[in-house]
Structure formats: structure tokens, C-alpha cells
């Protein structure tokens, strides 16, 4: 089977093409980092707070239960992963300021989410705000393309498709964008329907959401059809290193850093 992209791939493409060769054409194995695994807790959390059976849970106490239930969704979370996290090998210090960090961010989502909630009946507003789809994996072998779309919502001016992002800038990047676009066309694709809306869900700031017009389609086939282009080489020469700050920084490099060598002069681009 032809090589699938995803919206991450295309954006390593685009952020430097020697990384998209590492990790895509030679498939050299990655290492996971306090970032990867926090963003793989944090999903899990909210995929399985969102399969929360309210039924017996009055109304006055839902907002309690629903805090609680979060908070322990998280603990039993990060416990699933501790090891994982202790081999990082970061100062215990460190590990728990993620900890608490991962926390307030879920506290802040949730704060924010209660406040779309209808008081005066939360658990039938609860189960309207629940997900069409959830991890709802996207293929289109056409294109080339996959993805994988943490909440698909049915809403009153159609679909409206979400990315839960643990970032601390409250901030629509260009790739975050870029990464939406890819979802809409998949999406697209898949139901021959077009979704109303797309966004990016910071659990520290609140949702981010743009309308889906022809545009942020064409952005998306554009890009890709510039990626599939540039990537049916083997030849490494063919996939230049781009050196910047995202090669190595205070904490923290690259997957490729040793492999690449992106400063040493002696080694050819
Ligand atoms: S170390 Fe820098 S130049 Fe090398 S693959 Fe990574 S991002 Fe690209």
C-alpha cells in the first residue's frame, strides 16, 4: 500500500523535509517525551469522560461528579503511564509541575465546558455535548491521507470537528490550521459532506474555531499535492536539513538530533 500521509507528517514536511525522511521514508524509531505522553493522557481523559453514564447522578451534584470523575480519569491516566514517564528521567520536581500543570488544564476545560451546559437540566445538556464521533480515525487511499479526529460534533449548523491541544499559547497556528484543513477535506471525502466548522480545543484558553470554506479546502489539497510531490525519493540528498531552533533548545531536541548532526559543519546538507 502507497505510503499514507497525516496532518503531522505534512507539517514535519513543511518544517523541515531531512526530519520527514528520518521519520517517515526511513522510519527511524522516535522517542516519546513529557510533551507526547501528557498530550496521550490528556485524550484518553477526555475520550472516556465523555462515555461517563450520568443516569444515576442527580442534578444537583453533577457539577461534583463531573470534577471528581475528571481528576480521576487523570490519576489513573498518568499511573498508567508512570513508568513510561520515570524513564524520561526528569527531575521529580519537574514531573510534578506537569502533573499539576496537566491538572489545571483539565480543571479549566472543564470549567469552561460546565459553562455551555443548561443548568436547569445538566444531564440531558451533558449527553447533547457528547461527541458524534470520538478518535474517529479518517482514511482516504485517493489522496494519500489519513487522520485521526479526537471529537466530531453534531451541532445546529452541521458538523463541527475538534482538536484537544495541551499547548500554553493561546494561539491558531499555521500548522494548527494546516492540521484542520487536512480534517475537513478527510472528512469531506469520507461523508460527501463538508463541516460547518473546525477548531483547535486549548484546554488552557478555550476553543479556537474557524469557519470551513473553499478555501481552507484548497489549502489543504494544495499542500498535500506539494507534499506527495516531494516525497517519492529514497535519496537522502533529496530531503535538505533545515537547522533552526526546533533542532535543539533548552530541555530538549530533535527525534534525529545525533543522527543529523544539523550544526557540524563538516557534514553536507
Ligand atoms: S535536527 Fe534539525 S535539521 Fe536535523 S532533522 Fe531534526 S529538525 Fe531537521
Redesign the pocket.
Known amino acids: 500500500m502507497a505510503r499514507l500521509d497525516s496532518p503531522s507528517s505534512i507539517n514535519t514536511f513543511k518544517q523541515?523535509q531531512?526530519?520527514y525522511y528520518?521519520n517517515y521514508i526511513i522510519r527511524l524509531p522516535t522517542k516519546e517525551n513529557i510533551y507526547t505522553l501528557r498530550g496521550n493522557i490528556v485524550h484518553d481523559v477526555l475520550e472516556k469522560f465523555f462515555k461517563l453514564n450520568l443516569e444515576k447522578v442527580d442534578n444537583a451534584h453533577l457539577e461534583s461528579v463531573l470534577k471528581l470523575t475528571l481528576l480521576d480519569l487523570l490519576r489513573q491516566g498518568w499511573m498508567t503511564r508512570l513508568r513510561k514517564i520515570v524513564s524520561l528521567g526528569l527531575p521529580q520536581e519537574r514531573t510534578g509541575y506537569y502533573f499539576e500543570e496537566t491538572r489545571q488544564m483539565l480543571l479549566t476545560w472543564l470549567d469552561n465546558f460546565i459553562t455551555t451546559l443548561d443548568k436547569s437540566d445538566l444531564k440531558s445538556s451533558f449527553k447533547e455535548k457528547v461527541p458524534k464521533y470520538q478518535e474517529h480515525e479518517l482514511i482516504c487511499e485517493e489522496l494519500g491521507l489519513k487522520g485521526i479526529i479526537d471529537a466530531v460534533h453534531q451541532c445546529d449548523d452541521g458538523i463541527l470537528i475538534l482538536d484537544y491541544k495541551t499547548s500554553r499559547v493561546d494561539e491558531m497556528k499555521v500548522e494548527y490550521k494546516l492540521q484542520l484543513a487536512i480534517y475537513a477535506l478527510l472528512y469531506q471525502q469520507k461523508y460527501n459532506q463538508l463541516p460547518s466548522r473546525v477548531g483547535i480545543d486549548l484546554l488552557k484558553h478555550g476553543q479556537r474555531i474557524i469557519s470551513v470554506d473553499p478555501s481552507l479546502i484548497e489549502l489543504a489539497k494544495k499542500e498535500v499535492a506539494y507534499v506527495k510531490e516531494n516525497t517519492t525519493s529514497n535519496n537522502i540528498a533529496d530531503y535538505p536539513?533545515?537547522?533552526?531552533p526546533?533542532?535543539k533548545w533548552d530541555g530538549g531536541a530533535?527525534d534525529?538530533?545525533e543522527v543529523?548532526q544539523?550544526f557540524d559543519k563538516a557534514q553536507p546538507l
Open positions: 523541515c531531512r526530519r528520518y536539513k533545515k537547522p533552526s526546533l533542532c530533535c534525529f538530533y543529523c544539523p
